[in-house]
């Protein structure tokens, strides 16, 4: 079992910036690749970014050049840098992991508010 902690959120202006963190306890040999969602009220989940065990990433398009995805293995957290936020960034934002040889992230986190005003 992998337990994940988010950390971060919280209400900030437009064009303002934010970190989320995402701190993995557990069995964490057992994780390749973790990643962000995000669900906006009344919307689907949202993948917004994934960073693999080796530090590939990806980025949903509307985040790509303002967000940043980034990993200390050390501290078995994974981090969110995200800037120039915008109205429609507004979201429950949760970390998932996901254990090698899988497609799908089956562990999550509690999720952490972010809220962007215009």
């Known amino acids: 079992q992998v337990q994940l902690v988010e950390s971060g959120g919280g209400l900030v202006q437009a064009g303002g910036s934010l970190r989320l963190s995402c701190a993995a306890s557990?069995?964490?040999?057992?994780?390749?690749?973790m990643a962000w969602y995000r669900q906006a009220p009344g919307k689907q989940r949202e993948l917004v970014a994934t960073?693999?065990?080796?530090?590939?990433?990806t980025y949903t398009d509307s985040v790509k050049g303002r967000f940043t995805i980034s990993r200390d293995n050390a501290k078995n957290t994974v981090y969110l840098q995200m800037n120039s936020l915008k109205p429609e960034d507004t979201a429950v934002y949760y970390c998932?992991?996901?254990?090698?040889?899988?497609?799908?992230?089956?562990?999550w986190g509690q999720g952490t508010q972010v809220s962007v005003s215009s």
């Open positions: 998932g992991a996901r254990r090698w040889g899988r497609a799908w992230y089956e562990y």
């Open positions: 557990g069995s964490i040999d057992s994780i390749d690749a």
């Open positions: 960073i693999t065990r080796g530090g590939t990433t």
